[in-house]
T-cell receptor, first 113, second 115 residues
Framework: AQSVSQHNHHVILSEAASLELGCNYS??????LFWYVQYPGQHLQLLLK??????LVKGIKGFEAEFIKSKFSFNLRKPSVQWSDTAEYFC???????????FGTGTQLKVEL | NAGVMQNPRHLVRRRGQEARLRCSPM?????VYWYRQLPEEGLKFMVY????????ESGMPKERFSAEFPKEGPSILRIQQVVRGDSAAYFC?????????????FGPGTRLLVL
């Protein structure tokens, strides 16, 4: 069965620190990958997505993610986090050719001043 | 353009009662997805519907759970004879088109508490 793994469940960083959140997927075929974010008290919203082409994708608010097929990974990065980045981040895969939609368990990020 | 609407936002039921959760997709969206988030767990896919059709219900529990998306009106997730283990946040998302590359737009969720 397809799965998405987020190994960091809770991350605490100071402002201006660099961020990298891990995401690994298990499916070997075509897969579409997304990162969603849920700010406190708000809806889930899309940060960025990858389908094909340039494996380094840019998203909103300075986030980026790199698709590394050989490692089955799609890690989320930000060079310098802000307090307002405090949120829960979800990696998500939608398997091409089917309706297999899989969320990771989420990573709670807390950015301290 | 209003976002995805879900109601109620909070629902309290006693064991054995029925829970009905409603989801109104964004205007122009004909694809609806339901997810469940249990405490300390991620979102789990439950069901994917288009207007009047269930496309994929592979994530739905076999008993007590059902979903519909009628031609008119919101999508409904129904849970019959609720048990304490059904307590969770239920999220609905919609997209304008089918396809694995479509962005889903999420509602605020319904928090179900079963006493």
């Amino acid at each position: 069965a397809q799965s998405v793994s987020q190994h960091n469940h809770h991350v605490i960083l100071s402002e201006a620190a660099s961020l990298e959140l891990g995401c690994n997927y298990s499916y070997g075929g075509t897969v579409n990958l997304f990162w969603y974010v849920q700010y406190p008290g708000q809806h889930l919203q899309l940060l960025l997505k990858y389908f094909s082409g340039d494996p380094l994708v840019k998203g909103i608010k300075g986030f980026e993610a790199e698709f590394i097929k050989s490692k089955f990974s799609f890690n989320l990065r930000k060079p310098s986090v802000q307090w307002s980045d405090t949120a829960e981040y979800f990696c998500y895969s939608h398997r091409g050719g089917g309706n297999k939609l899989t969320f990771g368990t989420g990573t709670q990020l807390k950015v301290e001043l | 353009n209003a976002g995805v609407m879900q109601n109620p936002r909070h629902l309290v039921r006693r064991r054995g009662q029925e829970a009905r959760l409603r989801c109104s997709p964004m205007k122009g969206h004909s694809h609806v997805y339901w997810y469940r988030q249990l405490p300390e767990e991620g979102l789990k896919f439950m069901v994917y519907l288009q207007k009047e059709n269930i496309i994929d219900e592979s994530g739905m529990p076999k008993e007590r759970f059902s979903a519909e998306f009628p031609k008119e009106g919101p999508s409904i997730l129904r849970i019959q004879q609720v048990v304490r283990g059904d307590s969770a946040a239920y999220f609905c998302a919609s997209s304008p088109l089918a396809g694995a590359q479509e962005t889903q737009y999420f509602g605020p969720g319904t928090r179900l508490l079963v006493l």
